[in-house]
Every structure is written in C-alpha cells, then in structure tokens.
C-alpha cells in the first residue's frame, strides 16, 4: 500500500515569508509525528499527534512554528516568519497508535521529507 | 529529557565483513530502542528494533543488544555488503511516542 507522501518535496523561500508543509499519512494510522533533520544531524522531534489533537508539542522550536490535523488524517506544518536558521529537512511520520506495549513503542514510518530552503 | 549518543559517526568496512555501531542513552525510563537506515534523499527506515524486556535480537544478517544496567545498545551488521551502505541512526523511547535519535553513521561497505 502506499506510504507516508510529503509535499512538496522541496520548497525554496524568502526570509520572512510564511510557508505550509503537508503531510499524508499512512491510512488507518492514529498517530503523526514531524521532525526536523538538519544536514549531517539525527532527526528531531518537534510534535506529535494522537488523532486530531497534538499530544506532545515540546519539540517545537518557537511560536513561529504551528501544526495542525484537523480531521485526524492529512497534517500541515506552518511556519510563519521564516528564518535562515529553519533550513532543513521537514520529516513526517506516522505508526499504529497502541496501548503501552510492554516495552513501549511502536514502528514509525517516515516519509521522503520536505527539504526547506529558506534564502 | 532523553540524550542519545552514537558511534563512530563513520565507518568503513570491507564487503563480507562485520560492522558493529554503538549508542549510549541517559534516561533510565527509555524502553524502546529502534534502529533507522537512511539512505540519501531519503526518510528513516526501521530496519529493528528491541524492547527493555529483551537483551538481544537478531534478523537475518543484523543483530541488536541491549544492556539496560549500562545504557547501551549495539547494532551489529554481519557480511556486509555494498547496498548495506547508508546512514544507521540508533533511537531511544520511553513508552510514550516521542523518540530521540542519536547523530548517526555515516557507514560505507567497499566492494
């Protein structure tokens, strides 16, 4: 079946401007995660869905930064004011969502990312 | 919260031999520990991953340890091959959803 899609694939703008990533996740998957990978670095978590609502948002950088999933599906990732320093690969993941497991955790899968440039 | 290091951050094998990449996380309640292949241009792929109530696991040609009392767990990659090349990130997770990687090897397999 189809993966996690990203678009767009890449995206070049100017300081300043506001831009919207998207994210499509895998169908049937509760849970939606974004990361940031910046070049040579692991990825960073910046926010995490369960359905509609974000569960965990501690990643994101600043309140420039914005995510939303409004019917629990498809997410956007805003980012108004944009900055030199938010140049990066924009990662998106989505799993099963399950009760805590003994162990915890559960498979991520990731999308292609959207690699931003900001001029 | 959670820290995740990795090493080495690159690694260069001969085809046929092992490669073996190390992390070490601080947060004790971690209990979830995948391990990412990355390909250029490219998302992570999960390629294993273990769980604190299992010490090793193993999948074909690649293999995982874990030592919760120390805070380490080890990807072990067995005949290594060309295509085996990519970057491996190690992860760590604490029952919740929210995973922290480690910075990655860059891992090269010479034919």
């Known amino acids: 079946g189809a993966g996690v899609s990203q678009t767009p694939s890449n995206k070049v703008t100017e300081k300043g401007k506001y831009v919207e990533l998207r994210c499509d996740p895998i169908?049937?998957?509760?849970?939606l995660y974004w990361y940031r990978q910046s070049l040579g670095q692991g990825p960073e978590f910046l926010i995490y869905?369960?359905?509609?609502?974000?569960?965990?948002d501690s990643g994101l950088p600043n309140d420039r930064f914005f995510a939303v999933r409004p019917e629990g599906s498809v997410s956007t990732l805003k980012i108004q004011r944009t900055e030199r320093g938010d140049s990066a690969v924009y990662l998106c993941a989505s799993s099963l969502w399950a009760p805590r497991l003994a162990g915890g955790g559960d498979e991520q899968f990731f999308g292609p990312g959207t690699r931003l440039t900001v001029l | 919260g959670e820290n995740v290091e990795q090493h080495p951050s690159t690694l260069s094998v001969q085809e046929g031999d092992s490669a073996v990449i190390k992390c070490t996380y601080s947060?004790?309640?971690?209990?979830?520990f995948p391990w990412y292949k990355q390909e250029l241009g490219k998302g992570p792929q999960l390629i294993i991953d273990?769980?604190?109530?299992?010490g090793e696991k193993k999948d074909q040609r690649i293999a995982v340890t874990l030592n919760k009392t120390a805070k380490h767990f080890s990807l072990h990659i067995t005949e290594t091959q060309p295509e085996d090349s990519a970057v491996y990130f190690c992860?760590?997770?604490?029952?919740?959803?929210?995973?922290?990687f480690g910075t990655g090897t860059k891992l090269q397999v010479i034919p």
């Open positions: 169908s049937g998957h509760t849970a």
């Open positions: 947060d004790s309640a971690s209990n979830y």
């Open positions: 273990i769980r604190s109530n299992v």
């Open positions: 869905f369960q359905g509609t609502g974000a569960a965990d």
């Open positions: 992860a760590a997770s604490g029952g919740y959803q929210k995973v922290t």
